[in-house]
C-alpha cells in the first residue's frame, strides 16, 4: 500500500497526558499537512509543511501542539497537556506540489483522539 | 466565518437515479475546488476537481460544475450507487497567492442511496 498512512489509528489517554502521533506521506510528496476533524464539521487546517519548512500554522494549533517533518519525510503531532477539546480526528494529507501543477492532498485514515 | 457553505446535511435518493449535492463558497480568492467521499472511521477519498478556469469536469459517472459569478458548484452522480452512501466534503483552495495551499472544508453532506 503506497498510501499515507497514519499511527495510532486510536488512541485514549487522560487530561493532561501528551500524546504524539505519527504521519508518513507518499513518498514522493514534498508537502504535508496536518487538520483536525471535530464530530459534525469539515477538516479545519492545522498546519503545513513543504519539505522539512513548516511555512504556516492555524491559530488553532495553540502552543500545545508542536509539529516536525525531519528529512522531509515522516511527520509528528504532539499535543502537550491534553484538554478533553482536543478530541477530534487528526488527519494528515500529502501532496506532489510543482509550480503551475494543480495538486490534489490524499489524507490518511486519520488518529481519532479521545481525552478522558 | 465559513467560507465554504454545504448547505444540505444530507440528501437521499433511489439507486439509479441522479444525485446532486451542492456547495457555495464566499472567498473569491479559491480557484480549486475538491469534492471528497468519507466513510465512518476513514480520512477522506478524493474524487473529483475542478480549476476555476474550468465550468466542468467529467471522470465517469461524477461531474462538478462550477458557476464562478454565482460562487456555486456542484456534484452530480449518475446512476447513483448504495456503495455511493457516504458524507461527501466539498473543499476549495486559493493557490494564486503564493505558498499557502491549505483546503478550506464544507460540513459536508451525508448521501443515501436506497436500493
Known amino acids: 500500500d503506497t498510501g499515507v498512512s497514519q499511527d495510532p489509528r486510536h488512541k485514549i489517554t487522560k487530561r493532561g497526558q501528551n500524546v504524539t502521533f505519527r504521519c508518513d506521506p507518499i513518498?514522493?510528496?514534498?508537502?504535508l499537512y496536518w487538520y483536525r476533524q471535530t464530530l459534525g464539521q469539515g477538516p479545519e487546517f492545522l498546519t503545513y509543511f513543504q519539505n522539512e519548512a513548516q511555512l504556516e500554522k492555524s491559530r488553532l494549533l495553540s502552543d500545545r501542539f508542536s509539529a516536525e517533518r525531519p528529512k522531509g519525510s515522516f511527520s509528528t503531532l504532539e499535543i502537550q497537556r491534553t484538554e478533553q477539546g482536543d478530541s477530534a480526528m487528526y488527519l494528515c494529507?500529502?501532496?506532489?506540489?510543482?509550480?503551475?501543477?494543480?495538486?490534489?492532498?490524499?489524507f490518511g485514515p486519520g488518529t481519532r483522539l479521545l481525552v478522558l | 466565518d465559513q467560507q465554504v457553505k454545504q448547505n444540505s446535511p444530507s440528501l437521499s435518493v433511489q439507486e439509479g437515479r441522479i444525485s446532486i449535492l451542492n456547495c457555495d463558497y464566499t472567498?473569491?480568492?479559491?480557484?480549486?475546488f475538491l469534492w471528497y467521499k468519507k466513510y465512518p472511521a476513514e480520512g477522506p477519498t478524493f474524487l473529483i476537481s475542478?480549476?476555476?478556469?474550468?465550468d466542468k469536469n467529467e471522470d465517469g459517472r461524477f461531474t462538478v460544475f462550477l458557476n464562478k459569478s454565482a460562487k456555486h458548484l456542484s456534484l452530480h452522480i449518475v446512476p447513483s450507487q448504495p456503495g455511493d452512501s457516504a458524507v461527501y466534503f466539498c473543499?476549495?483552495?486559493?493557490?494564486?497567492?503564493?505558498?499557502?495551499?491549505?483546503?478550506?472544508f464544507g460540513k459536508g453532506t451525508l448521501l443515501t442511496v436506497n436500493p
Open positions: 494529507a500529502s501532496s506532489l506540489g510543482l509550480a503551475a501543477v494543480v495538486e490534489t492532498q490524499y
Open positions: 472567498n473569491s480568492m479559491f480557484d480549486y
Open positions: 475542478i480549476s476555476s478556469i474550468k
Open positions: 473543499a476549495a483552495s486559493a493557490r494564486g497567492g503564493g505558498s499557502n495551499y491549505k483546503l478550506t
Open positions: 513518498s514522493e510528496h514534498n508537502r
